[in-house]
T-cell receptor, first 113, second 112 residues
């Protein structure tokens, strides 16, 4: 069963901490994406990557960075967590240039206190 | 800026009824319009999608209607069932990585 796996289902961190959210896919997809989901705002694109070591800013990249050292793994980094980054974070992947749709992970619920 | 606007925010329908969710977009570069369905505790999953050269697409009980001139598209769920209760997101894509811009979501409740 093909899938996107996010390392943590729930995470609680303190303000100012450096936070790593990990995502691994086993479908050999070229594209990987990080979204955050907030009630009433839908899913907003933070960063995406279309190849190893390549990254592009999405709509809300401020306060975040990403790393893609291997094709199957895409990490989201919160350099200094703040309370307004409390959210559900969703990772997704897809084939390059296709419209077969994204495969999403189940999400990481991050709470920053 | 919200490039894809979705309404209503929530929708309650009786079993057997028709559920209708509407979306409007601004960016004329969008060229693919999928709908995603999300159940609690799960990530969104692709439900149905349409390209702008087609005015309607039907898959089972789910139909997308697309109006290119008005820059609007909608999801119709016929004979709605309690198992359809979920959050629905419209989206639009463009760009080399086909990155998706999502609407704000509609929480659908189908009463038994």
């Amino acid at each position: 069963d093909v899938k996107v796996t996010q390392s943590s289902r729930y995470l609680v961190k303190r303000t100012g901490e450096k936070v790593f959210l990990e995502c691994v896919q086993d479908m050999d997809h070229e594209n990987m994406f990080w979204y955050r989901q907030d009630p009433g705002l839908g899913l907003r694109l933070i960063y995406f990557s279309y190849d190893v070591k390549m990254k592009e800013k999405g709509d809300i990249p401020e306060g975040y960075s990403v790393s893609r050292e291997k094709k199957e793994r895409f990490s989201l980094i919160l350099e200094s967590a703040s309370t307004n980054q409390t959210s559900m974070y969703l990772c997704a992947s897809s084939f390059q240039g296709s419209d077969y749709g994204y495969t999403f992970g189940s999400g990481t619920r991050l709470t920053v206190v | 800026q919200q490039q894809v606007k979705q309404s209503p925010q929530s929708l309650i329908v009786q079993k057997g009824g028709i559920s209708i969710i509407n979306c409007a977009y601004e960016n004329t570069a969008f060229d693919y319009f999928p709908w995603y369905q999300q159940f609690p505790g799960k990530g969104p999953a692709l439900l149905i999608a349409i390209r702008p050269d087609v005015s309607e697409k039907k898959e089972g009980r789910f139909t997308i209607s697309f109006n290119k001139s008005a820059k609007q598209f909608s999801l119709h769920i016929m004979d709605s069932q309690p198992g359809d209760s979920a959050t629905y997101f419209c989206a639009a894509s463009t760009g080399s990585a086909r990155q998706l811009t999502f609407g704000s979501g509609t929480q659908l409740t189908v009463l038994p």
